[in-house]
């Protein structure tokens, strides 16, 4: 294998693959990238078995073939190099390193045989439609926060993705839940979807997705089965397994009965969170929201730092006490783009249902704190 290409198409594509490696493992193959050299482009592959980027870059390339290098010290040497500088990559006869050369700078890798790396098989995937990459990233946004760390609830660890109907209209709907709070965005359903099963995609893929979406360009094409998942667009394809597992029925969590609503404008609201938790007590980060009429009291103490209240007008005439986590109330509104933000509450042990006025697409649940 020898081939050259720029330092900044290079260091875009191994910047995007290097974040799938895990740092510790035990498997030596997993911390490397597979290179392919062919046809005037160079591909580069990485996985954790359980996830899997493929990226194509061009590079003038004078002798095919491939190999595996070290992904986290092939990206810090690239990153490294001068900008505007031409590298070199150059496979030795043994295959067993690679020379990385830029101007007066050499480097020499040590690398494993590429039938060792593994592949994630993604051969049939029945269900295929395409999202425009700003509905992706609206859907990922407004539903990512409230996924799960918890390893014990591993199936709450990503986003619950299904075709389903609301008020007669068929609907792509994402569904996220820690089980402190939940977060549900509906759109249109897309031609091709209504024969998807219904998938639980994992928090990793959904962070690397959502990092590369960034730079896509405007259709990203969907395609999955019951265990595989893949989204490609541009040159670059992103394959994963989903979660085995069954997501609970997040219907029974929403609640139909709340009948006290309260409309607050979602920047000075969060604002005021945002000002008041600062007081909160550091574990918990409870706020306690008093509502009297027009008006909403914001406060919060805590034994080492004091207190803090702050008052806001609001459009209701409940009158109750209730409270939350700051951070989860911060998650949703900062979610909230129009003008109005809604609180359907029922009482203080009750869930609380927060929506933005001006888009129905989205529902948030907030479970109440003690205070």
């Known amino acids: ?40 482009v160079l591909s580069l592959s990485t996985t954790d078995m359980d996830l899997e980027i493929n990226e194509a870059v061009e590079a003038k390339v004078s002798q095919k073939g491939s190999t595996t290098a070290p992904a986290v010290t092939l990206h810090d040497i690239i990153r490294k190099l001068p900008d505007g500088s031409t590298i070199d990559l150059v496979m030795n006869k043994e295959g067993t390193q690679m020379t990385v050369k830029a101007g007066r700078s050499q480097f020499k890798l040590s690398c494993l045989p590429t039938a060792d790396f593994p592949e994630i098989g993604t051969a049939d995937l029945p269900a295929s439609f395409a999202l425009p990459a700003a509905e992706l990233r609206a859907l990922i946004d407004r539903t990512k926060f409230a996924m799960s760390t918890e390893e014990t609830r591993y199936y709450l660890n990503g986003i619950y993705l299904h075709a389903t109907e ?16 939940l977060a549900k965005f509906e759109m249109p359903l897309p031609e091709g979807a209504a024969t998807m099963p219904a998938v639980i995609i994992p928090r990793k893929c959904i962070n690397e997705l959502r990092k590369l979406i960034d730079e896509a360009a405007d259709t990203i094409q969907i395609s999955l089965s019951e265990s595989k998942i893949r989204f490609a667009f541009d040159h670059i394809v992103l394959n994963s397994k989903l979660i085995d597992g069954t997501f609970p029925d997040y219907q029974r969590v929403i609640p139909k009965g709340n009948d006290k609503i309260v409309e607050v404008d979602p920047k000075i609201f969060t604002g005021a969170i945002d000002r008041v938790s600062t007081i909160s007590d550091g574990k918990s980060r409870a706020v306690k929201i008093t509502l009297a009429g027009k008006q909403m009291t914001l406060s919060a103490s805590s034994p080492e730092s004091g207190s803090a209240t702050e008052e806001l007008e609001v459009n209701g005439d409940s009158t109750m006490e209730i409270g939350f986590n700051a951070r989860y109330l911060l998650d949703i509104t ?12 029922a009482d203080a042990a009750s869930p609380t249902i927060i929506q933005d006025n001006s888009d129905p697409s989205a529902l948030y649940v907030l479970m109440p704190l003690r205070v």
């Open 1 to 40: 294998m020898k081939l050259s290409i720029e330092r900044a198409a290079l260091l875009r594509s191994i910047n995007h693959v290097q974040s799938v490696v895990e740092r510790r493992n035990t498997i030596p193959i997993l911390s490397n990238v597979l290179l392919k050299a062919e046809d005037g």
């Open 166 to 181: 609301t008020n007669g209209v068929k609907v792509l709907c994402a569904v996220a839940t820690d089980g402190h709070r």
């Open 334 to 345: 900062s979610q909230i783009e129009g003008d109005g933000c809604r609180l359907t509450l």
